[in-house]
Nanobody, 116 residues
Framework: QVTLVESGGGLVQPGGSLRLSCAASLSIGSFNVMGWYRQAPGKQRELVATLASGGSTNYADSVKGRFTISRDNAKNTVYLQMNSLKPEDTAVYYC??????????WGQGTQVTVSS
């Protein structure tokens, strides 16, 4: 059983920063791709950032230059550092892990609210 547990969400003012964490129940090296997605009220879930096992990253245009995805293999944890946050970044953020092209795991989500 694979579980992903997100943490680090909360309320932050525009221009502020947050770091999200995603702790996996097993070695994150076993996954081909790990990533962060978000879903705002009334909108579809969208990709924020991904990190492949080989180290390559991919970001949504809306977060490039502001967000950084990284990992700590020893802690089986993936992070999303979010800087210069905007109100439009408000959403529930979900951690995702993919393996072997057929397995797809999701965390329960963590709320990020950017508001003054």
């Amino acid at each position: 059983q694979v579980t992903l547990v997100e943490s680090g969400g909360g309320l932050v003012q525009p221009g502020g920063s947050l770091r999200l964490s995603c702790a996996a129940s097993l070695s994150i090296g076993s996954f081909n791709v790990m990533g962060w997605y978000r879903q705002a009220p009334g909108k579809q879930r969208e990709l924020v950032a991904t990190l492949a096992s080989g180290g390559s990253t991919n970001y949504a245009d809306s977060v490039k230059g502001r967000f950084t995805i990284s990992r700590d293999n020893a802690k089986n944890t993936v992070y999303l550092q979010m800087n210069s946050l905007k109100p439009e970044d408000t959403a529930v953020y979900y951690c995702n892990a993919k393996r072997w092209g057929i397995e797809d795991y999701w965390g329960q989500g963590t709320q990020v609210t950017v508001s003054s």
